[in-house]
């Protein structure tokens, strides 16, 4: 999924874990985790958050095309399909479509983060 941080998850996953889990796979483990939240930062510093970031106007730049360009075009369309069967258009269907497909992005984008791995 991600080559900085795949290396330390697959060493995690070659500790011991468990009940009775020793002392040293427990430090060890912490170490990786201290070592993956450090990377995971510098990947998010890298692509969202710092000053130079590679995608850090790309959710305001994909909210500005959705209200500007396409809550607009699926309203005019929507407007177009009630008028064929007399139909009064619904003014807020298009902003609930556009909200609705600008959550179903974010999802998307939260799901490629690393999944917390329980015991």
Same mark, same amino acid.
């Given at each position: 999924m991600n080559?900085?941080?795949d290396? !330390?998850?697959d060493e995690c996953d070659q500790l011991p874990d468990?009940?009775?889990t020793l002392d040293w796979a427990i430090k060890n483990a912490g170490e990786l985790m #201290?070592?993956?939240y450090k990377e995971y930062e510098g990947i998010c510093v890298k692509y969202l958050t710092g000053n #130079?970031?590679?995608f850090k106007n790309w959710p305001a730049d994909y909210k500005n095309n959705l209200v500007n360009h396409? !809550?607009?075009f699926m309203h005019f369309q929507s407007n177009?399909? $009630?008028r064929q069967y007399g139909i009064t258009p619904d003014e807020k269907k298009s902003e609930i479509d556009g909200a609705l497909k600008y959550l179903e992005k974010c999802r998307t984008i $939260? #799901?490629?983060r690393k999944p917390y791995k329980e015991g």
């Open positions: 080559t900085q941080l290396p !330390i998850w468990g009940e009775c #201290a070592k993956n #130079a970031a590679l396409e !809550i607009l177009v399909t $009630y $939260y #799901a490629l």
